[in-house]
């Protein structure tokens, strides 16, 4: 073969290679938007900001994140990199960051899955506490949130982690369920 005909039949492979992958890209990319379609989402919202109200209309919890979907067939939402603030009193919010969410179609249940941060400032005489933990349940009517997974809690002078997690924002209490140690720092 002559090097113009050996050239002219590898221009015409690649051409031929780079269209076949050309084509299964866009295939791939055709097959994505068709299985969100089948999953029926009703709305999605990127870079949003959210208040959910109570009852009496007054704010409840305001939510952010990258990206929230509200599927069509129970009308649950599904949350990319969610921050929720709770404001429950005049008290220092709670804010809570998660990898992932999922919240109940009635908005009674959050899930917060991934690794979660929670976090309170300080405000007044109550000391700052962080805690680092997994695929954590949250309830804003009753104030609570609970997990099973390792949980590490910090605060001005005390450390803890344990296995479990309980934690009661109306009454202020925080349990860890299994395995807790911790070291307290006297002031």
Do not use: C
Request: glycine share 8%.
């Amino acid at each position: 073969m002559k090097p113009a005909s050996l050239f002219l039949v590898l221009l015409m492979t690649l051409v031929a290679a780079g269209g076949f992958w050309l084509a299964r890209d866009a295939d791939e990319r055709r097959r994505v938007v068709e299985e969100a379609a089948i999953e029926g989402t009703d709305f999605f919202l990127e870079h949003f900001s959210a208040v959910h109200m109570n009852a009496q209309g007054e704010p409840h919890y305001q939510l952010q994140g990258d990206r929230m979907e509200q599927r069509q067939a129970d009308g649950s939402r599904w949350l990319e990199a969610p921050v929720l603030t709770l404001r429950y009193s005049a008290d220092a919010p709670w804010t809570l960051h998660a990898e992932q969410g999922w919240i109940s179609p009635s908005g009674d249940q959050v899930k917060l899955l991934g690794q979660v941060h929670i976090h309170r400032a300080s405000q007044g005489e109550r000391e700052p506490i962080t805690i680092v933990t997994r695929d954590t349940t949250l309830w804003p009517g009753p104030r609570q949130a609970v997990t099973d997974a390792p949980a590490h809690l910090q605060t001005t002078f005390q450390e803890a982690q344990g296995r479990g997690l309980f934690l009661d924002l109306q009454h202020d209490i925080l349990e860890l369920k299994h395995e807790a140690r911790g070291v307290y720092v006297p002031h």
